[in-house]
């Protein structure tokens, strides 16, 4: 029916109830998208933020990322102070043995220490293989102690140090 007719049966008294342009305004937004009227929206972010309680899951998961990159840059297994000494461990492989050095940061406030370390190459079933035991003397100036193992699958180095009566522990992955 066009506007011409439906104009002159409402002046005849004839009451329309239907009425086109409302319902289009009325629609669900599902028949929109069937129509092709309205377009989805798209992309991972934009549906997390449009979803209810997107915005708490996104910001949970942005925490959570920014909780583990520094957890990731802040935690070192292989450094540690000790006595006010700060000590690291590192260890690589190279031909058939595995290199071990142990390094004692240069401190002038530390006092003189004695140092005794015990290493423990362990292999990938977390059994120890072989166990050294190194020491030295700690002045304030940079020390390192170094020593090897043959190489039997060793794939990470525990390493128990004692400074004046107090212990620490480091680990260190072997760099292959």
């Not at 239907?18 to 092709?36: D, F, I, Q």
């Not at 059994?127 to 043959?150: H, I, P, Q």
């Amino acid at each position: 029916m066009d506007d011409d007719a439906r104009k002159k049966l409402e002046e005849q008294g004839v009451v329309f109830y239907y009425n086109r342009e409302e319902r289009l305004k009325r629609m669900p937004e599902s028949a929109k998208l069937y129509n092709g009227e309205l377009q989805r929206k798209r992309g991972l972010f934009r549906a997390l933020l449009d979803a209810p309680g997107g915005k708490y899951i996104l910001s949970a998961i942005g925490i959570l990322v920014a909780v583990i990159a520094v957890l990731a840059i802040l935690y070192k297994p292989n450094e540690n102070s000790i006595g006010g000494i700060t000590a690291s461990a590192k260890a690589f492989a190279y031909e058939d043995k595995i290199y071990v050095n142990l390094k004692f940061d240069k401190n002038e406030k530390a006092e003189n220490a004695a140092i005794s370390a015990e290493i423990n190459a362990v292999n990938n079933e977390d059994t120890v293989v072989d166990t050294k035991k190194l020491s030295g003397d700690y002045t304030g100036e940079e020390l390192a102690l170094r020593t090897t193992f043959s190489d039997f699958e060793i794939q990470k180095v525990t390493v128990k140090i004692t400074v004046n009566g107090e212990d620490k522990t480091l680990s260190a992955t072997v760099e292959r």
